[in-house]
């Protein structure tokens, strides 16, 4: 009968023949045939292998139980109405009144994979007013049960790591692997979260009088730090569960309430981790996630009246956001333009693998990618032969096969980056490979002899094409990095210590790698941006302090009262 392909369906194996031509069962059956193995769910290939065997373990979106964890099923099936997700408030997952909705497309397949809620500004009122009732009780819940839900939290999105892997991959194009990595990560986020809000926001201080001239010991100081109130939090499309929970968690341990407003890409994995804080049990009200558009809402909840504090991690949005807020604490991560410089003493195989692992890594889509190398001459040619045979290396394709590059979020962001790419050819850029392009997917990309009167020599590309610019000095190198008007993060490659703390000193930039490329984490490390790049300083001990504000209480003494040992 030919070759055979075992098909594993509801935990057993099934042989069914497998043909590269269409095959009708009890019809001849035409030759050669494929000899291929493959898990399905129903009519869907969802792992392919050499042998049963291989299958097997490959076969990562299935379950103990041989059925296969999709996005909306399961335990999530609570969260969607058909083919619409709902929006979560009160504890309870709900249908916007507005009756519409917003599609999100597939950066891969360009067609429209799911749709959101498209929530009134009537809606937003209401979720804001229950966030404010319940961060009030929230605030009386000790300490030990916040952290014992967020842990709770934690293992239940670790637990559930495929289904929202799924939504990364379909709604922004993240490879399989790197978005499994973001669930777990995120989940050790959250209970990292847990255990540091329990030590910092257990300790007080105590003041007295006496230490300041002019005064006895008559009074005492008691500070703790309060909750702010009710938080609002806006992720990006990049890291929509990460940086999700990156702003949650500090929020939630610190005793405030959290309004979330996802990104439209990401938002259906934003939702499914929401639905894993509400399997946790926290309180009704206490968390709540409004989807849809920013036009129609963006304004109104970052202005609104009910919102104490704004967690905001994106673009330029972000700027309009800080002229309209009010008198609120801000926290922003507005990205970057971060400037790579190498030195001649440095190490040029590290530098070749940093430039390609912090210039490309999910298609140059990440705030803290490399997004401009600044090379002294005299190592230039020999770095750039480096990082080209590195790139060749690099595979291209669909998320879901883990490719190194995959499809930029949407054609606008194609659009940009390719006028980018057009204004550096127009001007004399070296190419040294062709610029590709298929619908969202774009090659990666090195410039050479880039100048600074090139539009890539400054703006964020956030695509995988790196500018080179060849410098003389280091100074050269400083001075351009500092006449960007971001300044998140930077990196220097040099084997002198002495001289890599000094040429970080001098880069405006809230962070600075030696010997490596940028990078965002560990998460519980301070990150913050200067100048266009953000406001205030994230990581989680510096977001729980910002999420907070100091309360005293001042005992006051009828009399002077010294101990006497």
């Given at each position: 009968?030919?070759?055979?392909?075992?098909?594993?369906?509801?935990?057993?194996?099934?042989?069914?023949?497998?043909?590269?031509?269409?095959?009708?069962?009890?019809?001849?059956?035409?030759?050669?045939?494929t000899k291929l193995f493959f898990v399905v769910r129903s009519t869907a290939v969802i792992a392919r292998a050499?042998?049963?065997?291989?299958?097997?373990?490959?076969?990562?979106?299935?379950?103990?139980?041989?059925?296969?964890?999709?996005?909306?099923?399961?335990?999530?099936?609570?969260?969607?109405?058909?083919?619409?997700?709902?929006?979560?408030?009160?504890?309870?997952?709900?249908?916007?009144?507005?009756?519409?909705?917003?599609?999100?497309?597939?950066?891969?397949?360009?067609?429209?994979?799911?749709?959101?809620?498209?929530?009134?500004?009537?809606?937003?009122?209401?979720?804001?007013?229950?966030?404010?009732?319940?961060?009030?009780?929230?605030?009386?819940?000790?300490?030990?049960?916040?952290?014992?839900?967020?842990?709770?939290?934690?293992?239940?999105?670790?637990?559930?790591?495929?289904?929202?892997?799924?939504?990364?991959?379909?709604?922004?194009?993240?490879?399989?692997?790197?978005?499994?990595?973001?669930?777990?990560?995120?989940?050790?986020?959250?209970?990292?979260?847990?255990?540091?809000?329990?030590?910092?926001?257990g300790e007080g201080k105590l003041l007295v009088s006496d230490s300041f001239p002019g005064n006895e010991r008559?009074?005492?100081?008691?500070?703790?730090?309060?909750?702010?109130?009710?938080?609002?939090?806006?992720?990006?499309?990049?890291?929509?569960?990460?940086?999700?929970?990156?702003?949650?968690?500090?929020?939630?341990?610190?005793?405030?309430?959290?309004?979330?407003?996802?990104?439209?890409?990401?938002?259906?994995?934003?939702?499914?981790?929401?639905?894993?804080?509400?399997?946790?049990?926290?309180?009704?009200?206490?968390?709540?996630?409004?989807?849809?558009?920013?036009?129609?809402?963006?304004?109104?909840?970052?202005?609104?009246?009910?919102?104490?504090?704004?967690?905001?991690?994106?673009?330029?949005?972000?700027?309009?956001?800080?002229?309209?807020?009010?008198?609120?604490?801000?926290?922003?991560?507005?990205?970057?333009?971060?400037?790579?410089?190498?030195?001649?003493?440095?190490?040029?195989?590290?530098?070749?693998?940093?430039?390609?692992?912090?210039?490309?890594?999910?298609?140059?889509?990440?705030?803290?990618?490399?997004?401009?190398?600044?090379?002294?001459?005299?190592?230039?040619?020999?770095?750039?032969?480096?990082?080209?045979?590195?790139?060749?290396?690099?595979?291209?394709?669909?998320?879901?096969?883990?490719?190194?590059?995959?499809?930029?979020?949407?054609?606008?962001?194609?659009?940009?980056?390719?006028?980018?790419?057009?204004?550096?050819?127009?001007?004399?850029?070296?190419?040294?490979?062709?610029?590709?392009?298929?619908?969202?997917?774009?090659?990666?990309?090195?410039?050479?002899?880039?100048?600074?009167?090139?539009?890539?020599?400054?703006?964020?590309?956030?695509?995988?094409v790196l500018p080179v610019i060849r410098i003389s000095s280091v100074e050269e190198g400083i001075h351009h990095?500092?006449?960007?008007?971001?300044?998140?993060?930077?990196?220097?490659?040099?084997?002198?210590?002495?001289?890599?703390?000094?040429?970080?000193?001098?880069?405006?930039?809230?962070?600075?790698?030696?010997?490596?490329?940028?990078?965002?984490?560990?998460?519980?490390?301070?990150?913050?941006?200067?100048?266009?790049?953000?406001?205030?300083?994230?990581?989680?001990?510096?977001?729980?302090?910002?999420?907070?504000?100091?309360?005293?209480?001042?005992?006051?003494?009828?009399?002077?009262?010294?101990?006497?040992?």
């Open positions: 009968m030919g070759a055979v392909s075992h098909l594993a369906l509801g935990g057993a194996w099934f042989s069914l023949p497998l043909y590269k031509e269409p095959w009708t069962p009890g019809l001849a059956t035409p030759a050669p045939p050499a042998s049963p065997k291989a299958a097997v373990v490959k076969k990562e979106a299935v379950t103990s139980a041989g059925r296969e964890v999709m996005a909306g099923t399961g335990v999530f099936s609570d969260i969607i109405d058909g083919d619409v997700y709902k929006y979560y408030a009160d504890g309870e997952w709900n249908k916007s009144s507005s009756g519409k909705s917003v599609s999100i497309v597939n950066p891969t397949t360009r067609k429209a994979q799911y749709k959101v809620q498209a929530c009134t500004q009537e809606e937003v009122n209401k979720v804001m007013e229950i966030a404010k009732a319940a961060q009030k009780q929230w605030a009386r819940t000790p300490l030990w049960k916040r952290a014992e839900l967020l842990h709770k939290a934690a293992a239940i999105l670790k637990q559930h790591k495929d289904p929202i892997a799924e939504c990364l991959v379909k709604e922004i194009a993240k490879p399989a692997k790197d978005a499994v990595t973001e669930v777990v990560r995120s989940g050790d986020l959250i209970s990292y979260t847990a255990e540091e809000g329990v030590r910092i926001l008559s009074k005492y100081c008691i500070s703790s730090k309060i909750p702010l109130g009710v938080v609002l939090a806006i992720p990006p499309f990049n890291y929509p569960v990460n940086l999700a929970v990156s702003k949650i968690g500090p929020a939630l341990i610190a005793g405030n309430s959290l309004v979330l407003k996802p990104p439209t890409q990401g938002a259906v994995a934003a939702l499914h981790m929401v639905h894993c804080f509400h399997l946790a049990g926290f309180p009704k009200g206490l968390i709540s996630c409004i989807t849809g558009k920013g036009s129609e809402i963006g304004d109104f909840l970052t202005m609104h009246p009910g919102v104490n504090c704004i967690s905001f991690t994106g673009g330029d949005t972000g700027i309009a956001i800080s002229k309209k807020a009010g008198m609120i604490p801000l926290q922003m991560e507005l990205g970057g333009k971060d400037a790579c410089i190498v030195l001649e003493d440095a190490d040029l195989d590290l530098v070749a693998s940093n430039i390609v692992k912090g210039g490309y890594s999910y298609s140059g889509q990440r705030c803290t990618a490399v997004k401009v190398v600044l090379i002294m001459e005299s190592v230039a040619d020999a770095v750039v032969e480096k990082v080209k045979a590195k790139m060749a290396k690099l595979t291209v394709g669909p998320p879901e096969q883990d490719c190194d590059i995959t499809p930029v979020v949407s054609e606008s962001s194609a659009n940009f980056i390719e006028g980018l790419v057009k204004d550096a050819k127009e001007k004399g850029a070296t190419f040294c490979q062709e610029f590709k392009r298929e619908g969202n997917l774009i090659w990666p990309l090195l410039l050479d002899h880039v100048r600074p009167d090139m539009r890539i020599a400054w703006e964020e590309p956030f695509g995988p990095c500092n006449a960007s008007n971001f300044g998140l993060q930077g990196c220097v490659f040099t084997r002198d210590i002495n001289k890599a703390i000094m040429i970080s000193d001098a880069m405006e930039s809230g962070t600075i790698q030696i010997n490596s490329a940028p990078a965002r984490g560990p998460d519980h490390f301070p990150f913050q941006g200067l100048k266009d790049s953000g406001i205030g300083s994230q990581g989680i001990t510096n977001s729980i302090n910002m999420m907070t504000k100091i309360k005293s209480t001042v005992i006051n003494l009828p009399s002077p009262s010294y101990t006497m040992g």
